[in-house]
């Protein structure tokens, strides 16, 4: 929001495009998500936003960046005069993360195994892990962290 309009309005569309490729059952990313692809990149290209001329792809993020087109910013020029007016009504009251802090997007998990031989394996939240044990419907043991 500190950035403005232009750039709440570009971050909704770069969301739109992933639940346009989601709707269509079509895998816009790669690499667990981290590296967005030409499905994406068209399907933001649909809902408003441009790769700009000249731009390459980012080195493990693919077509991260698309901006806001001309024609997005025309389109919803009352859609970003509102939200000038709502991010000036509400970040005053807002506490952020100060500009350049890093916010990990992935929550560390565990990775729990049973006994079995070869034992199975899965990923799990920390919180989720903690709320009891689960247990291995094969070797009848808990999982338990790798």
């Known amino acids: 929001m500190r950035e403005g309009p232009e750039a709440v309005l570009e971050h909704v569309l770069h969301e739109a495009a992933h639940v346009l490729n989601w709707v269509r059952d079509r895998a816009d990313t790669t690499m667990r998500g981290a590296y967005h692809n030409q499905t994406f990149l068209s399907a933001a290209e649909e809902v408003g936003l441009a790769w700009p001329e000249g731009a390459t792809r980012v080195q493990g993020k693919g077509y991260v960046n698309p901006v806001l087109s001309n024609e997005a910013r025309r389109r919803h020029q009352k859609d970003l005069a509102a939200l000038d007016d709502a991010i000036a009504a509400v970040l ?32 799990i939240s920390r919180t989720v892990a903690a709320a009891g044990p689960i247990i291995c419907g094969v070797c009848k043991k808990p999982f338990t962290e790798d």
């Open 92 to 123: 005053p009251h807002l506490v952020l993360p100060a500009s350049g802090s890093h916010v990990d997007r992935t929550p560390a998990r565990l990775t729990l195994k049973c006994q079995c031989e070869p034992p199975r394996t899965f990923r």
